[in-house]
């Protein structure tokens, strides 16, 4: 479970904050609200970053028993927080490094 919790946290960093995609989020969130918001929520992305996980790692999900369901939800939102919690801490390391490296932000 470490494992897949760290790939989602690193799917998430890749997608929402890595500054690659900056353009393209940014362009998303004028195009529309749901891009907005979910470009926007940190717990929102760790969520369906760790869904995304969890259905990847147990292609055997094909039983849809309220014990899977539960297991897809508890692993989504444990993702979710471990999310919100990364950003808090990390994100302005982020944007200093970004800063002292003369990354173009733009």
């Known amino acids: 479970m470490f494992i897949e919790l760290l790939f989602a946290?690193?799917?998430r960093f890749?997608?929402?904050d890595f500054i690659l995609f900056k353009k393209t989020r940014e362009k998303l969130k004028k195009q529309n609200y749901f891009?907005?918001?979910?470009?926007s929520c940190s717990f929102?992305?760790?969520f369906?970053?760790?869904i995304f996980v969890y259905l990847l790692f147990n292609?055997?999900?094909?039983?849809f028993t309220l014990y899977n369901l539960l297991n897809l939800?508890?692993?989504g939102?444990?993702?979710a927080i471990l999310s919100i919690t990364w950003v808090v801490i990390v994100h302005p390391f982020l944007k200093e490094y970004e800063e002292d490296q003369e990354l173009p932000l733009i």
């Open 35 to 39: 891009f907005k918001k979910l470009l």
């Open 73 to 75: 939800l508890a692993f």
């Open 48 to 50: 369906w970053c760790g």
């Open 59 to 63: 292609i055997s999900f094909a039983l």
């Open 14 to 16: 890749f997608f929402f």
């Open 77 to 79: 939102f444990a993702s």
């Open 9 to 11: 946290l690193s799917l």
């Open 44 to 46: 929102c992305q760790g």
